[in-house]
């Protein structure tokens, strides 16, 4: 037995190195290239990032779309999950064979049905208000258009992220027990529900957040420039700043989940100190 | 606050269904419930699965629709009343606590809603608390107690908003047997010392017995009998009551004139109304069934459970027919298994349905 147990012990730890050698050598590999200087080692990539042009622009625009996406989707969602298990259990699995269709739909894909849709609208609906609504939605300065791409695309990821959150509670249950207690239906969904999908509701914002962060061919094909378009277009003049941003990002997505962790520990750390 | 305090500011209240008529699909739930819940009452609903007492308390808590009927608090149709304001606290089997506040917060959240101050509903929580027990448990949340423990919590904050009517659907069958025992003393000894008008739903024919004023048996949505423990146990209305309530055997018999039948070799009256038609069962309870050790009895002991003061032997006749006997644990060992035995039923009226 104890032989069995050290040799799946030097097991792990081969599958263990491998593993980390799989993701740090690249990671490191990145830092390296991305500090390497003829006079040795320099942060140039680094400090010039803001000062290059472009960078805070596609920042800023990929948060703002990052923002919009995740509130879009949670109001669509989270209600649509919530009115389901409470009054139709039964169309639990349209709802979620409706969210996860996205799932085997390319971006690419995606990318042309839309761009179908916004080359045919206009000469539709050239008189009527809906024409503006097209010119709207196209704006270089917030494109909403891709806000309707990345909510779709996120949909099966926050979907499952929100699903596992609602089965970790007793939706119905909990809500009886609050208009027992003399909540209306509103109250008991904001005071007893949502206080306790918290997790969930951070987790299908993370991924979608990471998603929006990376998503590189929506908004390549339909000719905007946020962050990941940013780096890729910075990649073919400035080789070691694009690599700066790639591994910038890799920070900040790093830091995102880590905060996420956190905030998930917090409740579990003042429970566990009562 | 004290239970003399909480029983002063409680108001009792009569709850009548009438005709109240439930179907779900081809189900049909509740199929014209009659049933009147005194004041200060503790009403048990009992029945198997399906028999609608579930959906009846649902229906008066305000969770559930009805199809047809009355549903009458003091008087007043509550049918229309959203759930949230019909003035009922409800325990859940499935202790419900909202997991992401303290026990304090719990048993204050009722408060919150009605917009109590925060100093005022944590000092009536805490009395609360103190009234099921758990003081010591404020501060914690519903994952870092037991099963009891939580249950208490959610009694207390039924009781809470001081409804007039306490709902307590299943609440201890998630619970081991020792706990439900001591909590199913302590919800008697709350709900007599508050006086409120209470509703216990259960499928525990010994939880009904020992803590219900009254039992209403339902069977496929319909009232079978309603009466006191002592009553239904010993004055069953229906041979489903007899059967449902206790243990009962059913012995072949033969009709032997009116109102009379012919059992075990003996002529015995018939409680009851006859079956004008068909075979016939006489129902009978283990501790009504006499035996004597006998070598050429007609009765043989094929079996023995030992029950604590009594033993529960089953014996089989010549035809097949088993009989459950209660016998003194004592004078069970003179009729060991495999000896026979004469066997007789008291001289009295006895209960018969059809075979």
Redesign the interface.
């Known amino acids: 037995m104890a032989q069995l147990i050290s040799r799946l012990r030097v097991w792990r730890g081969a599958v263990l190195l491998l593993a980390g050698i799989y993701f740090l050598v690249p990671m490191a590999a990145s830092v390296w290239f991305s500090i390497d200087d003829v006079n040795g080692i320099g942060f140039d990539a680094y400090t010039g990032l803001l000062s290059a042009p472009g960078f805070t622009d596609s920042l800023w625009l990929t948060l703002g779309l990052a923002a919009v996406t995740v509130v879009v989707l949670l109001l669509l969602l989270v209600p649509a999950m919530i009115a389901v298990r409470l009054g139709s259990p039964r169309l639990r699995p349209v709802l979620e064979v409706v969210c996860t269709l996205p799932l085997v739909v390319p971006p690419v894909a995606l990318t042309a049905g839309l761009i179908g849709v916004l080359r045919w609208g206009p000469d539709y609906l050239m008189d009527t208000p809906f024409f503006q609504t097209f010119v709207f939605i196209q704006q270089p300065e917030f494109p909403l258009v891709l806000v309707i791409a990345y909510v779709l695309m996120a949909l099966p990821l926050a979907y499952r992220a929100l699903d596992a959150g609602l089965r970790a509670v007793d939706v119905r249950t909990l809500v009886e027990a609050a208009r027992n207690c003399g909540a209306s239906w509103p109250r008991a969904v904001f005071a007893v529900i949502l206080p306790n999908l918290r997790g969930a509701l951070l987790n299908a914002s993370f991924l979608t957040l990471a998603l929006v962060l990376g998503e590189f061919t929506a908004a390549s094909i339909l000719g905007y420039e946020p962050f990941s378009v940013w780096i890729y277009s910075v990649g073919n003049s400035q080789g070691q700043m694009s690599v700066a941003v790639s591994v910038l990002s890799l920070l900040i997505t790093w830091v995102l989940l880590l905060l996420l962790a956190a905030a998930g520990r917090e409740r579990h750390h003042k429970t566990a100190t009562s | 606050m004290s239970t003399a305090t909480l029983a002063k500011t409680a108001t009792s209240a009569t709850v009548e269904f009438r005709a109240l008529r439930r179907t779900f699909g081809a189900t049909t739930a509740l199929d014209g419930l009659d049933l009147t819940v005194n004041p200060g009452e503790l009403l048990a609903l009992l029945g198997p699965s399906g028999c609608g007492k579930t959906t009846a308390l649902r229906i008066l808590?305000?969770?559930e629709s009805h199809d047809s009927g009355q549903v009458l608090v003091d008087g007043e149709d509550v049918t229309r009343i959203?759930?949230?304001?019909r003035d009922?606290?409800?325990v859940?089997q499935?202790y419900?606590?909202?997991?992401?506040l303290?026990a304090i917060d719990n048993v204050a959240?009722?408060l919150r809603?009605?917009g109590t101050g925060k100093a005022q509903r944590r000092r009536r929580a805490q009395e609360l608390l103190e009234l099921v027990g758990l003081p010591q448990r404020a501060?914690?949340?519903p994952?870092?107690m037991s099963g009891g423990q939580q249950q208490r919590i959610a009694l207390a904050?039924?009781l809470?908003?001081q409804p007039r009517v306490l709902l307590l659907d299943e609440p201890l069958s998630a619970l081991d047997a020792k706990v439900r025992l001591n909590l199913r003393e302590e919800i008697r000894r709350l709900q007599q010392e508050l006086g409120i008008t209470t509703l216990f739903v259960t499928h525990d024919q010994e939880e009904a017995l020992s803590m219900a004023d009254r039992v209403a048996v339902l069977r496929a949505g319909r009232l079978e009998q309603c009466a006191a423990p002592s009553e239904l146990y010993a004055r069953p209305a229906t041979a489903f009551v007899a059967e449902f309530v206790g243990t009962m055997s059913r012995i072949p018999c033969e009709r032997a004139g009116e109102g009379t039948v012919s059992v075990l070799g003996r002529r015995h009256a018939v409680d009851g109304a006859m079956p004008a038609t068909g075979d016939l069962h006489v129902l009978v309870r283990p501790e009504n069934v006499l035996l004597a050790p006998s070598p050429q009895g007609p009765a043989l002991v094929v079996s023995a459970s030992f029950l604590g003061a009594v033993t529960r032997l089953t014996v089989r006749l010549a035809d097949g027919t088993e009989i459950k006997a209660d016998l003194p644990t004592e004078g069970a060992t003179a009729l060991p298994v495999g000896s026979a035995a004469d066997i007789a039923l008291p001289d009295r009226p006895v209960l018969v349905d059809r075979r």
Not at chain 2, 82 to 85: E, I, R, V
Not at chain 2, 96 to 100: C, G, I, K, T
């Open positions: 808590a305000g969770f959203p759930a949230h304001k009922a606290g409800m859940f499935s419900s606590l909202f997991p992401h303290t959240f009722g809603m009605r501060e914690h949340y994952h870092q904050r039924a809470a908003l």
